[in-house]
């Protein structure tokens, strides 16, 4: 089993940043997919990012290079730099991982998930 525990939303206004923290714990996830999902109200969950090992980068297309994820020396923790955020990045954001998913931007492939963190951007 993994548990992924999410930390450093908030509420911030429109132009800042924010760095989204996911700890690994239970068991190895070097060799995992880590993946960021996001869910605002009445919407459905999207694909935000996803890496594996350090070079394995894939991001949504709305993200055009505001968005970076990265992982830390010991696989244990993966971040999510937000920049130059907007009302509508405004969602919840879960952690997920998976030793192989098929396709890393369906959240159904991932087996493993976070509870989330709130962030909310204001204009």
């Known amino acids: 089993q993994v548990q992924l525990v999410e930390s450093g939303g908030g509420l911030v206004q429109a132009g800042e940043s924010l760095r989204l923290s996911c700890a690994a714990s239970?068991?190895?996830?070097?060799?995992?997919?880590m993946g960021w999902f996001r869910q605002a109200p009445g919407k459905e969950r999207e694909f935000v990012a996803a890496?594996?090992?350090?070079?394995?980068?894939t991001y949504a297309d709305f993200v055009k290079g505001r968005f970076t994820i990265s992982r830390d020396s010991a696989f244990n923790t993966v971040y999510l730099q937000l920049n130059s955020l907007k009302p509508e990045d405004t969602a919840v954001y879960y952690c997920?991982?998976?030793?192989?998913?098929?396709?890393?931007?369906?959240?159904?492939?991932?087996?493993?998930w976070g509870q989330g963190t709130q962030v909310t951007v204001s204009s």
């Open positions: 890496i594996l090992g350090r070079v394995g980068i």
């Open positions: 239970g068991r190895t996830v070097s060799s995992y997919t």
């Open positions: 997920a991982a998976d030793l192989k998913p098929t396709t890393v931007t369906i959240p159904s492939r991932y087996a493993y």
